[in-house]
Structure formats: C-alpha cells, structure tokens
C-alpha cells in the first residue's frame, strides 16, 4: 500500500502466450521431444510411439476428406505447383464444376455438402499409398504394437483433429472460402512432408548404425541396448520424426494464424488462387 494509504493498483496482468511467437514454439518443440523422455526414462516403446504418429496422420487425412464435402467454391486447377493425388498438370475438371452446385442439407446444425466434391475426395484418398509405405517393411509384426495404451492415445488424436476440423471450417467458416481440393490438398502436403522425413531418416541412420557396427565400433550397439534397452539405440529413428512433428505443428499454426507466413510455413499454407489474383491486383495498383 502507498504512503498515501491508498490501495496498491493492481499490475497489468501477463499478456497471453502468443502461440505463433518465440514461447508458442518453445511449447511445441518441448512437448514433441516429452517422448524421447519417455523412451529413455519411463520405458516408453518406440513402436508405440510410431503407431500413434502413423494414426494421428490417418485420421487427419480422414478428417480433411470429410471436412472437403463441405467445401463450397469450384475447383481450379491451372498453374499449381502442388497436385493432390487423383490429379496432375493434364487434368482436367469435370464438367459437374461447370454447373451451379445442389447443396444436400444432412442435419440443421451443419452445412450443406456438395456431391460434386465425393469425386475429388475419393481420389485423394488414394495418399494411403503412401501412409501404407512405412509399414511395408514391418509386415504384420505392427499389429503387435495396437496396445491399449496406443488405443487411448488414438482416441485422443481423434478427438484433437475433430475439434482442430471443427475450429477451423466450421466455427470460422472456412468451408465458404475453399475449394474441396484446397482441403485435402492441406493434408496431402503433411503427408508428403512426413514421407520426405521419414526417408531423409530412414536411409541415413541405418547406414549409419550399419557402418559403426562393422567398422568404428564393433559392438558398441549391443553393449547400449543392454545397458539401456534396445528402445535407446532406436532413438536415432525418432528424433527426427520428432522434430519433424514439431515443424509440421508449428508451421501450420502459423499458416492458419498468419495472413503472409514465410519459411516452411509457407508449404502448409496451400495455394489459393484467389490470394493469388489479389496479390497481383494489389502489385498492379502500386504502379
């Protein structure tokens, strides 16, 4: 209290944690490493923690599809740089996109989705190829990693892309702005993100591992692994993973927040031809 006697004045209090700033992305790096923690500490399966990675991408992939049906502007597909699968630089659009839409009302407190956009969904669908790539060389043996622990963790990422869905389409409207190619084309460059890691890891570390056991340390892998558990010699193959998690989750905050992001964010971000055409309107004007 002041010499005055009158009341001390309250501080101001803390401004919010900005979520695309500097302590945003400490947050997501910090909470995408925690599973390494677990790893080394707790006993955590790397498997596991693959499987829960592998769905979480599953069910955004799902969930942009379903959400695509909503989506209410025609598609364009001239001039992309990035094409969903289904499509490529020869295609063409269907004539369907040449008439006005018929809306299909389901329930009164959803919008209407539009047959014409079953098409472009179900050809994208067709990334599964590449999600199904990882599990190639696991065979069967994946299947013992559907513990009740990854169950749980399942039900939590779905419950997460559902409400992350909801936010963004629903609750700002997004579904009158976008195409249904826009839509999956946001999750298609996830999954080609994921896949490019998954490939820069793979093939490296275990060229890796393979030349330090047989030439620089003969042994030294067994004698971890026992030490430690066989899950920490695997670290190699998460970190990255990892990492790329925390770029995929941070980027796309900002992709979604920011009306210019720059860097990797501007991969998520997608190609919009009408933010096109305004950046070049808006080009023109300056002269």
Known sequence: MPSDGSPKPDRDPSPPLNPAGRGGLALVIATNLLPLAGVVGFGWRVGELLAVYWIEVAVLV?????????????????????????????????????REPRPIHLVSWLPPVYRRNARVVSRS????????????????????????????????????????????????????RRSPYMVVEAAQRVVFFYFVVGVATVIPVTAGIAVIEAALAPGLLDGLADAFGVE??????????ALGKATVEWSRRRAVREDDPDGIATWFTGEDPRREWRTEEDTTGDW
Do not use: H, N
Not at 62 to 86: C, H
Not at 135 to 152: C, F, I, M, N
């Open 125 to 176: 669908l067709g990334i599964f190829a590449f999600l199904l790539f990882p599990l190639v060389p696991v065979g069967w043996d994946a299947l013992s990693y559907l513990t009740p622990t990854v169950g749980l963790a399942a039900l939590g990422v779905c419950g997460a892309q559902v409400a992350e869905v909801r936010r963004e389409f629903f609750a700002e409207r997004a579904y009158e």
């Open 232 to 241: 920490v010699v695997l670290l190699p193959y998460l970190l990255p993973i």
């Open 62 to 98: 799902v969930a942009y599809a379903a959400a695509a049906m909503f989506a209410e502007r025609p598609i364009r597909l001239e001039d992309r740089s990035f094409y969903i699968t289904g499509y490529d630089e020869d295609a063409e659009r269907d004539e369907v996109w040449e």
